[in-house]
């Protein structure tokens, strides 16, 4: 009896506007999905360590792919150290949650589930969308006119929402 409600939808709100971060957000979106399907059939402990293991792997894939971007492109450093302390935060989460998972299953994926719909989109629409926006503008050579070659180009299209 698999119930096939979503935890989380995609939707142009999560948009970014750097398209491979989206993409990897749908992707962590569509294993937070198949996570609560599996929860939902009463999955067994070594499915539902299966499944939390393919949510990390990529999940830190992903991170990396935004550390990545946040050496490439030099954006503030504090919003840096925020966003990757953030990261870690979910980590952990899903590190407590596989020591945990064997006692009560239903009720620690449950648990964490509820945690994984608030946390990504709060963080998709905090600090992610900022860093997109930092990094966007870094990449359009946002300036006030301080090297005066191309930057003009962009004088008019610099207000990036
Ligand atoms: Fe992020």
Redesign the pocket.
């Known amino acids: 009896m698999t119930n096939r409600v979503s935890i989380i939808d995609w939707s142009e709100q999560l948009a970014t506007g750097v398209p491979r971060i989206d993409a990897e957000h749908r992707r962590l979106i569509d294993l937070i999905n198949e996570l609560g399907v599996l929860h939902r059939s009463q999955a067994t402990v070594a499915q539902l360590r299966a499944a939390l293991a393919d949510l990390r792997n990529y999940a830190e894939y992903h ?1 990396q792919t ?1 550390a990545d971007l946040m050496q490439i492109h030099p954006v503030d450093a504090g919003n840096r150290r925020v ?1 990757l302390a ?2 870690q935060g979910f980590v952990d989460q899903l590190e407590r949650v596989n020591a945990l998972v064997a006692t009560d299953p239903a009720a620690v994926i449950e648990h964490l589930l509820a945690f994984m719909m608030k946390w990504l989109l709060h ?2 629409t905090g ?2 969308a900022r ?1 997109a926006r930092e990094i966007i503008s870094l990449e359009m050579g946002i300036s006030d006119g301080d090297g005066g070659d191309g930057g003009a180009n962009f004088t008019r299209g610099s207000s990036i929402p």
């Open positions: 991170f935004e966003h953030a990261h963080h998709i600090v992610d860093m």
